[in-house]
């Protein structure tokens, strides 16, 4: 039943998510994470998929149950919701954008040898972007994103074999120093889980997909159908973070290596990781297979972004007013300027603009879950379509989490200070 053709031909929002997801958060901050503490945090990255699947699965159950997106849900549920959202958006997005593609530009660099300056690899890549999604849209985004996900996952799991055959286990330290009193130490997991999987924020750009994949098949979306897409699409991501985690714990814990705070740099030690343990024959592929990934995320953060800060505007402002930035096009081109001014301040420390973007989406992920969580359950969905009492008792549960580790790491922070 699950396996038809007809429903693998309708997988694609799931994909887009994996798509969106796999990037920063597991090409950066999982190998981080296995590099500097060995094994320490893989029940991190297991507990933070977990605690904010049923927030992301309101995405499209919501899309499913209602043909709407969940920015269509948070208007309709009060304006607070829609200008929390609106605020929070221009707040993180331009920071987000140039994250994601300074370490694209890093790994363009080193895939072309073509030696600009990074600010001059941003513009090129997200002009890139825009002209693809004006000229292909949604169809081309679902298409391509199959092609990516499945390289990528493909010479991911084959270092790692090659990394368990090559690796004198005897010898590895499996855990590492990690101390939840470090303030540094804290500050990094919270780094972490801001975007393990991704930012809450993706529930909302999910919707919008899954709305626009019912356009192209011209009907209302089977909500069985759109758990399915999800679920592969989470469980890709949650195995590719744990994957990327073990090959930082593998290769680069009790090293002398550490990660550079250089794009460049940085993008070159990603690459060697996955040379050293497949041979120099493979670097074309595992170049390729790197760039297509934070591409892919680049993209669809640029897709993502521009769609739901132009649909918000059409929602909040009269129809007759806010012409122009209820443009997809102006918003393309606004947060492909803005994020090269971000990148400016950033443009020699990769790791301070990951980190700060990841934090500032940490902090906000209670609010977001709270407001999709209000949304499901409110009068805008049919009882049939509303989670049951297990998976409510899960988002009650992950909220509590988030605030509460919210509320500790504020602590520990004044504590620091």
Not at 183 to 197: E, N
Not at 328 to 352: A, T
Request: glycine share 6%; net charge positive.
């Amino acid at each position: 039943m699950y396996f038809s053709a007809k429903w693998l031909s309708k997988i694609g929002p799931g994909l887009l998510y994996a798509g969106a997801a796999i990037g920063v958060s597991h090409l950066v901050q999982s190998t981080r994470a296995g590099a500097s503490f060995g094994f320490d945090l893989i029940w991190i990255i297991l507990l933070a998929n977990l605690i904010k699947y049923p927030f992301f699965e309101i995405g499209p159950r919501f899309a499913a149950a209602t043909g709407k997106s969940l920015l269509e849900g948070y208007q309709q549920l009060g304006n607070w919701a829609i200008w929390t959202f609106i605020i929070s958006n221009f707040l993180t997005m331009f920071t987000i954008q140039a994250a994601v593609t300074m370490v694209t530009a890093g790994l363009a660099l080193e895939l072309t040898g073509l030696n600009l300056p990074i600010p001059i690899w941003h513009l090129l890549l997200l002009s890139l972007c825009a002209f693809i999604l004006i000229k292909g849209g949604f169809a081309w985004l679902n298409f391509t994103m199959k092609i990516i996900i499945s390289l990528l996952s493909i010479s991911t799991l084959l270092a790692l074999i090659m990394a368990f055959q090559k690796i004198e286990f005897s010898t590895i330290n499996w855990f590492g120093n990690f101390s939840w009193i470090n303030p540094l130490h804290i500050a990094f997991v919270v780094a972490l889980v801001g975007w393990m999987p991704a930012p809450i924020d993706l529930s909302i750009w999910n919707s919008i997909w899954t709305k626009e994949s019912s356009k192209g098949f011209g009907k209302l979306e089977n909500l069985e159908e759109v758990k399915f897409d999800f679920k592969i699409g989470f469980w890709i991501t949650t195995i590719s973070a744990v994957l990327f985690l073990m090959l930082g714990a593998l290769v680069m814990f009790n090293s002398n290596i550490q990660f550079s705070n250089s794009a460049t740099e940085f993008s070159k030690q990603i690459i060697q990781i996955y040379t050293s343990l497949l041979g120099n024959w493979a670097y074309p592929i595992i170049a390729v297979a790197a760039f297509t990934t934070m591409f892919s995320t680049s993209l669809t953060c640029l897709d993502a972004f521009s769609r739901v800060s132009f649909e918000s505007m059409d929602l909040v402002l009269p129809k007759e007013k806010g012409v122009l930035i209820k443009k997809y096009g102006f918003w393309l081109f606004f947060l492909i300027v803005g994020s090269f001014i971000i990148l400016q301040f950033f443009v020699s420390n990769m790791k301070q603009l990951v980190d700060f973007a990841t934090t500032m989406s940490f902090l906000i992920a209670p609010v977001f879950a709270f407001i999709n969580y209000k949304l499901i359950n409110s009068h805008q969905v049919s009882e049939i379509f509303k989670p049951k009492r297990f998976l409510k008792y899960w988002a009650l549960i992950g909220l509590l989490f988030l605030i509460s580790f919210s509320v500790y790491y504020l602590y520990v922070l004044n504590q620091a200070s």
